[in-house]
């Protein structure tokens, strides 16, 4: 069983940066691939960012690509997400999850560990 737990959620203003860091437990991290997942209210969950086993490959939602930068350290058990020139539309509650394929990160069926989720609201 993998268990992740994320921070760093909080209020900020449009334009502002935030950093959300996951923490994994339970297994070897360096054994899943770890993705950022946001429901917006009244919203499904949608994919955010992946990253892969040694963090030499990525992947991002068009929504957020070159404004957010996902980052992880093995020996730590810590995924991060530096958010940068945040929107209103990035509020929302922020969930790391983890999986143990590549293929298709974004699809969300194919992550089986979740975490409780962070809010995250950007005021305009």
């Known amino acids: 069983q993998v268990q992740l737990v994320e921070a760093g959620g909080g209020l900020v203003q449009a334009g502002d940066s935030l950093r959300l860091s996951c923490s994994v437990s339970?297994?070897?991290?360096?054994?899943?691939?770890i993705g950022w997942i946001r429901q917006a209210p009244e919203k499904e969950r949608e994919f955010v960012a992946a990253i892969n086993w040694s963090g030499l490959s990525t992947s991002y939602a068009d929504s957020v690509k070159g404004r957010f930068i996902v980052s992880r350290d093995n020996a730590r058990n810590t995924v991060t997400l530096q958010m940068n020139s945040l929107k209103s539309e990035d509020t929302g509650v922020y969930y790391c999850?983890?999986?143990?394929?590549?293929?298709?990160?974004?699809?969300?069926?194919?992550?089986?560990?979740w975490g409780q989720g962070t809010q995250v609201t950007v005021s305009s």
């Open positions: 339970g297994r070897k991290m360096s054994n899943y691939v």
């Open positions: 999850a983890a999986r143990t394929t590549w293929t298709d990160s974004s699809i969300l069926d194919f992550y089986d560990y």
